[in-house]
């Protein structure tokens, strides 16, 4: 059973369609990432659930009981915001132990719960620093303490490391991983960064303009992206408008960049065509080639990414470092497979 | 390092150069003036006065009546004031702006107006009596109202409920909504989150609001005066008393040095207070923090609150506007009245009966008034900011936490002994204002100042130092940070500082009836005039003319929540 599910969610501010019949459930000890571009609704669906705000219509459930008519400060949740909100009238002792004190603890197992939860979240011996000295990675650290705190049911984090830079970032990436495996939390965690998702989540959800685009595991979103915005989202830019033919036993679609041969049986009609920026090579050795001039190299570390141009279109490839590649300017040849390399989506 | 340190002292210096110069010109001298004066005129040991006013026991209750009366006006004043500041900082609904406006009207109203106009509603004669009499066949008036406590108390909260909507509402409404959303998911009711987060956050302006509201009720005079009748005496009244009608002087300056040492303790204590209580706040556009009252709870909380909001504030201005209109004529046994509407009193406003040369007709008052007021809140504004400024940007400096409470003197001052002060100390060269009008805006601005201060200070603190940072690494020098980051941050502030410069300039009574020249009466001044001439005729005009005063402030008030809106805007 389900820990958490929404059942046809919907939110309106004033004329804005901020969610639309959004439904999914959560299962208990599961990391589930809301990925989305800013303003598709998905700290809406945060504060509905944190039971901030009520959803115009639909239901959200909590182990099959509704939650309708259960206040926020009852439900059990926890929710880190994306500037941390600490107290600045507390200290770091006083912010973690407000939710514990609410719940009736004793003052001597809050004291214990504390230094607890500091340890956890690698700031151990800070209780009565004053907050508003802390760096943005110490708040970060001290928000997710504040909500770990009270073994929250579920929750629920609100691009908790937006405000960070990226080398903290990745390492904080890591570490909430390990907090949340080892606590065996379910959480909701929300970005606009696919890295962050992929990396922490057990699911993704991806959305757009307040509906859900796609629900999946990380690796089978990023494998088989359900629509074009899914696939530009994730940084998958090759995308070229075509037409599916049928003619002499043969399959193919025609781009800007030519005609690309499709295994047998694919429907006709207008499409959006795919070319992953992965396993292709850049000579002839795969079945289809395609042939082009290069506009750029650039070095990524252990990968590197070329630009090309076919026919005027733009089109990008990403190879492991140790593999030679003309300079821009040059002529190139790169072959794929279109069974592996090529994916379609139906045109509106 | 050592170099920043003295230019950031010369920056201060500057900053602080023209409102203390102005204090020691405008308030310490010609209180040390008149200081001397009431003392010189002592035959034996000045101990004398100060053993009186300790072992009497009639001023002993004077000055306990005045602590309870003033604690208690401002606790009630607050119990109505922060629900209130609350509807108007989170929620948003149709009229909000014009009840914002109607909420400013009270403060500007010359005490005796509000007093005639309580006795127009709640006295023997009022509009409520009279119409329970009616109803009831009674033969006494069933409510007795006037020379009572509770006269007072409602005066007082009738009188300054506007200053906890205005300060601590502009602070709540930038208040992080997040703040009390991060503590609701923690666990906390909806009352345990106002209990400990909000009103901690809140309590620097809660504080700055009481201070102020403790301090007007401390010094209050024409409410005591007019409604408490002669049962009652605060300091202030009593100082009137000794000064005007037994002339004892020594008495009378004793009495205003316990005055000013009472505002000096308790303006200290709210300085230490408040630098530990103010955090750097990330403030929020108002957008972002209000909303509509949706849920049934929201709307009978907030149609409630308006409705006692507008019942306690708009019943008595409502009642006198009305009597204003309305002819009354008593029978003979004097329990029947008719009554009539008539505007016999507004005609009589623009003509100047008394053929007198200094005499101006009363119509003109409206405008000397409203010079008097631009110009006070400009002088206001010239001093506050600077003042403001100063002590926003180095709270640990041992100087400023000096002249914290200083600043605040001129409010916890007897105005019977400030405009005594004028008179007989800027008479003679080089400072011979004796015949000047500019001696009326000087006393105001006085009042005005430590106003200006206090409600521009705790909103210049509460912006986050890294945005000063930010603006001095772009390059910008500390003059501009203020122009360009601070000003337009605290915008809505100095609107208000301003807004209330020019309202305490309107009502201003006390000081200004000894000073203001007979040629150029201002409004209160006129009203007065009326009012202790006998008559018909000039109680009504009084009324008119009370009624006139009231619609140019809500006239006013309402422009500024326009101007607001359409020029300057929230960030």
């Given at each position: 059973?389900?820990?958490?599910?929404?059942?046809?969610?919907?939110k309106?501010?004033?004329t804005?369609?901020?969610?639309?019949?959004?439904?999914?459930?959560?299962?208990?000890?599961?990391?589930?990432?809301?990925?989305g571009p800013?303003?598709?609704g998905?700290?809406t669906?945060?504060?509905?659930?944190?039971?901030?705000e009520?959803?115009?219509?639909?239901?959200?459930?909590?182990?099959?009981t509704?939650?309708?008519?259960?206040?926020?400060?009852?439900?059990?949740?926890g929710l880190?915001?994306q500037?941390?909100?600490?107290?600045?009238?507390?200290?770091i002792?006083a912010?973690?132990?407000?939710?514990?004190?609410?719940?009736?603890?004793?003052?001597?197992?809050?004291?214990?719960?504390?230094?607890?939860v500091?340890?956890?979240?690698?700031?151990?011996?800070l209780?009565?620093?004053d907050?508003?000295?802390?760096?943005?990675?110490?708040?970060q650290?001290?928000?997710?303490?504040?909500?770990?705190?009270?073994?929250?049911?579920?929750?629920?984090?609100d691009?908790?490391?937006?405000?960070?830079?990226?080398?903290?970032?990745?390492?904080?990436?890591?570490?909430?991983?390990?907090i949340?495996h080892?606590?065996?939390?379910?959480?909701?965690?929300?970005?606009?960064?696919?890295?962050?998702?992929f990396?922490?989540?057990d699911?993704?959800i991806?959305?757009n303009?307040?509906?859900?685009?796609?629900?999946?595991?990380?690796?089978?979103?990023?494998?088989?992206?359900a629509?074009p915005?899914?696939?530009?989202?994730?940084?998958?830019?090759?995308?070229?408008?075509g037409?599916?033919?049928?003619?002499?036993?043969q399959?193919?679609?025609?781009?800007?960049?030519g005609?690309?041969?499709?295994?047998?049986?694919?429907?006709?009609?207008?499409?959006?065509?795919?070319?992953?920026?992965?396993?292709?090579?850049p000579?002839?050795?795969?079945?289809?080639?395609?042939?082009?001039?290069?506009?750029d190299?650039?070095?990524?570390?252990?990968?590197?990414?070329?630009?090309?141009?076919?026919?005027q279109?733009?089109?990008?490839?990403?190879?492991?470092?140790?593999?030679?590649?003309?300079a821009?300017?040059?002529?190139?040849?790169?072959?794929?497979?279109?069974?592996e390399?090529?994916?379609?989506?139906q045109?509106? | 390092?050592?170099?920043?340190g003295?230019?950031?002292?010369a920056?201060?210096a500057?900053?602080?150069?023209?409102?203390l110069?102005?204090?020691?010109?405008?308030?310490?001298?010609?209180?040390?003036?008149?200081?001397?004066?009431?003392?010189?005129r002592?035959?034996?040991?000045?101990v004398?006065?100060?053993?009186?006013?300790?072992?009497?026991?009639?001023?002993?209750?004077?000055l306990?009546?005045?602590?309870?009366?003033?604690?208690?006006?401002?606790?009630?004043?607050?119990?109505?004031?922060?629900?209130?500041?609350?509807?108007?900082?989170?929620?948003?609904?149709?009229?909000?702006?014009?009840l914002?406006?109607?909420?400013?009207?009270?403060?500007?109203?010359?005490?005796?107006v509000?007093?005639?106009?309580?006795?127009?509603?709640?006295?023997?004669?009022?509009?409520?009596?009279?119409?329970?009499?009616?109803?009831?066949?009674?033969?006494?008036?069933?409510?007795?109202?006037?020379?009572?406590?509770?006269?007072?108390?409602?005066?007082?909260?009738?009188y300054?409920?506007?200053?906890?909507?205005r300060?601590?509402?502009?602070y709540?409404?930038?208040?992080?909504?997040?703040?009390?959303?991060?503590?609701?998911?923690?666990?906390?009711?909806?009352?345990?989150?106002?209990?400990?987060?909000?009103?901690?956050?809140?309590?620097?302006?809660?504080?700055?609001?009481?201070?102020?509201?403790?301090?007007?009720?401390?010094?209050?005079?024409?409410?005591?005066?007019?409604?408490?009748?002669?049962?009652?005496a605060?300091?202030?009244?009593e100082?009137?008393?000794?000064t005007?009608s037994?002339?004892?002087?020594?008495?009378?300056?004793v009495?205003?040095?316990?005055?000013?040492?009472?505002?000096?303790?308790?303006?200290?204590?709210?300085?230490?207070?408040?630098?530990?209580?103010?955090?750097?706040?990330s403030?929020?556009p108002?957008?972002?923090?209000?909303r509509?009252?949706?849920?049934?709870?929201?709307?009978?909380?907030?149609?409630?609150?308006?409705?006692?909001?507008?019942?306690?504030?708009?019943?008595?201005?409502?009642a006198?506007?009305?009597?204003?209109?309305t002819?009354?004529?008593?029978?003979?046994?004097?329990?029947?009245?008719?009554?009539?509407?008539?505007?016999?009193?507004?005609r009589?406003?623009?003509?100047?009966?008394?053929?007198?040369?200094?005499?101006?007709?009363?119509?003109?008052?409206?405008?000397?008034?409203m010079g008097?007021?631009g110009?006070?809140?400009?002088?206001?504004m010239a001093?506050?900011?600077?003042?403001?400024?100063?002590?926003a940007?180095?709270?640990?400096?041992?100087?400023?936490?000096?002249?914290?409470?200083?600043?605040?003197l001129?409010l916890?001052?007897?105005?019977?002994?400030?405009?005594l002060?004028f008179?007989?100390?800027?008479?003679?060269?080089?400072?011979?204002l004796?015949?000047?009008?500019?001696?009326?805006?000087?006393?105001h601005?006085l009042?005005?100042?430590?106003?200006?201060?206090?409600?521009?200070?705790?909103?210049?603190?509460?912006?986050?130092?890294?945005?000063?940072?930010?603006g001095?690494?772009?390059?910008a020098?500390?003059?501009?940070?203020?122009?360009?980051i601070?000003?337009?941050?605290?915008?809505?502030?100095?609107?208000?500082?301003?807004?209330?410069?020019?309202?305490?300039s309107?009502g201003?009574?006390?000081?200004?009836?000894?000073?203001?020249?007979?040629?150029?009466?201002?409004?209160?001044v006129?009203?007065?005039?009326?009012?202790?001439?006998?008559?018909?005729?000039?109680?009504?005009?009084?009324?008119?003319?009370?009624?006139v005063l009231?619609?140019?402030?809500?006239?006013?008030?309402?422009?500024?929540?326009?101007?607001?809106i359409?020029?300057?805007?929230?960030?």
């Amino acid at each position: 059973m389900p820990a958490l599910s929404i059942r046809s969610v919907s939110k309106s501010f004033g004329t804005t369609r901020a969610l639309i019949d959004i439904s999914f459930d959560v299962s208990p000890g599961e990391i589930v990432a809301i990925l989305g571009p800013s303003g598709c609704g998905k700290s809406t669906l945060l504060t509905l659930i944190a039971g901030l705000e009520k959803p115009d219509t639909g239901e959200i459930l909590w182990d099959g009981t509704s939650l309708s008519s259960v206040p926020s400060h009852l439900r059990g949740f926890g929710l880190m915001f994306q500037d941390f909100a600490l107290f600045p009238h507390l200290n770091i002792q006083a912010n973690i132990a407000f939710g514990l004190h609410l719940s009736g603890m004793a003052s001597q197992a809050i004291r214990g719960r504390v230094t607890d939860v500091l340890a956890l979240v690698g700031l151990p011996g800070l209780e009565s620093r004053d907050v508003n000295t802390l760096s943005g990675g110490e708040q970060q650290r001290v928000a997710l303490a504040r909500s770990l705190a009270p073994r929250p049911r579920l929750l629920m984090l609100d691009e908790p490391l937006g405000s960070l830079d990226r080398s903290l970032r990745e390492r904080l990436v890591g570490d909430l991983r390990g907090i949340l495996h080892q606590t065996h939390q379910t959480a909701i965690y929300v970005t606009h960064d696919q890295e962050e998702a992929f990396t922490l989540a057990d699911r993704v959800i991806v959305m757009n303009h307040g509906q859900i685009e796609q629900i999946g595991a990380p690796k089978q979103i990023y494998s088989a992206p359900a629509s074009p915005f899914v696939a530009r989202f994730l940084e998958l830019n090759n995308l070229l408008e075509g037409e599916v033919f049928q003619n002499d036993n043969q399959t193919t679609v025609t781009t800007s960049i030519g005609m690309i041969p499709l295994p047998q049986g694919t429907p006709s009609g207008k499409v959006f065509v795919l070319l992953r920026p992965d396993r292709t090579s850049p000579d002839a050795s795969l079945p289809f080639g395609l042939q082009g001039t290069v506009t750029d190299v650039s070095f990524r570390g252990n990968w590197q990414r070329l630009s090309l141009i076919i026919n005027q279109t733009p089109l990008t490839f990403d190879f492991p470092s140790d593999e030679l590649l003309p300079a821009a300017g040059q002529p190139i040849t790169i072959s794929l497979d279109p069974a592996e390399s090529v994916q379609l989506f139906q045109a509106d | 390092m050592k170099l920043i340190g003295q230019r950031g002292n010369a920056v201060a210096a500057l900053l602080w150069l023209l409102p203390l110069t102005f204090l020691a010109v405008f308030y310490f001298y010609p209180l040390a003036n008149i200081l001397s004066v009431s003392f010189s005129r002592l035959d034996g040991s000045w101990v004398a006065p100060f053993l009186q006013a300790f072992t009497s026991p009639s001023i002993l209750h004077v000055l306990g009546f005045t602590f309870w009366q003033a604690g208690l006006s401002t606790l009630l004043t607050l119990a109505l004031g922060i629900p209130g500041a609350y509807l108007l900082a989170r929620y948003q609904f149709r009229g909000k702006s014009l009840l914002q406006a109607l909420m400013g009207i009270p403060f500007v109203m010359p005490t005796l107006v509000v007093g005639v106009a309580f006795n127009a509603l709640l006295g023997s004669s009022g509009w409520v009596n009279l119409a329970l009499m009616d109803w009831f066949d009674l033969v006494a008036p069933p409510i007795r109202f006037s020379n009572t406590l509770t006269a007072i108390l409602v005066a007082h909260v009738f009188y300054n409920t506007t200053i906890v909507l205005r300060m601590v509402g502009d602070y709540w409404s930038h208040l992080d909504p997040r703040l009390e959303q991060a503590a609701r998911v923690l666990g906390a009711n909806q009352w345990q989150t106002m209990r400990q987060v909000t009103i901690p956050l809140l309590l620097p302006a809660i504080s700055a609001a009481s201070l102020l509201v403790f301090l007007f009720d401390f010094t209050s005079f024409g409410v005591i005066l007019v409604l408490g009748g002669p049962r009652f005496a605060t300091l202030e009244v009593e100082i009137y008393y000794q000064t005007v009608s037994l002339f004892n002087l020594p008495l009378a300056a004793v009495l205003s040095l316990i005055q000013l040492a009472c505002t000096l303790g308790m303006t200290v204590l709210y300085s230490r207070l408040s630098t530990r209580l103010t955090r750097p706040l990330s403030i929020r556009p108002q957008q972002y923090t209000q909303r509509r009252p949706i849920t049934w709870r929201s709307k009978l909380f907030a149609s409630m609150l308006v409705g006692i909001l507008v019942i306690l504030l708009t019943f008595p201005l409502a009642a006198l506007a009305l009597r204003s209109f309305t002819h009354v004529s008593t029978g003979r046994d004097q329990t029947t009245a008719q009554s009539g509407f008539t505007l016999d009193y507004y005609r009589e406003l623009t003509i100047n009966r008394r053929q007198s040369l200094f005499y101006a007709p009363p119509a003109a008052s409206i405008g000397i008034s409203m010079g008097y007021a631009g110009l006070t809140a400009l002088m206001a504004m010239a001093l506050g900011l600077p003042s403001a400024w100063a002590l926003a940007r180095d709270q640990s400096s041992s100087f400023n936490r000096l002249i914290d409470p200083i600043l605040m003197l001129p409010l916890g001052t007897s105005a019977v002994t400030l405009g005594l002060g004028f008179i007989v100390a800027l008479d003679q060269p080089p400072l011979d204002l004796r015949a000047s009008w500019l001696l009326v805006p000087l006393a105001h601005t006085l009042v005005a100042f430590p106003f200006v201060v206090r409600s521009l200070t705790p909103a210049l603190r509460s912006i986050r130092p890294r945005l000063h940072q930010a603006g001095a690494v772009l390059g910008a020098s500390p003059a501009q940070v203020f122009l360009k980051i601070d000003l337009p941050l605290v915008g809505r502030a100095v609107l208000v500082a301003s807004t209330f410069a020019f309202t305490i300039s309107l009502g201003e009574f006390g000081a200004t009836t000894l000073i203001a020249r007979p040629e150029f009466p201002t409004l209160p001044v006129a009203i007065y005039r009326f009012l202790s001439l006998p008559g018909g005729l000039n109680y009504g005009q009084a009324l008119a003319l009370s009624t006139v005063l009231m619609a140019i402030t809500a006239a006013g008030m309402i422009a500024i929540e326009r101007f607001r809106i359409a020029e300057v805007g929230e960030f």
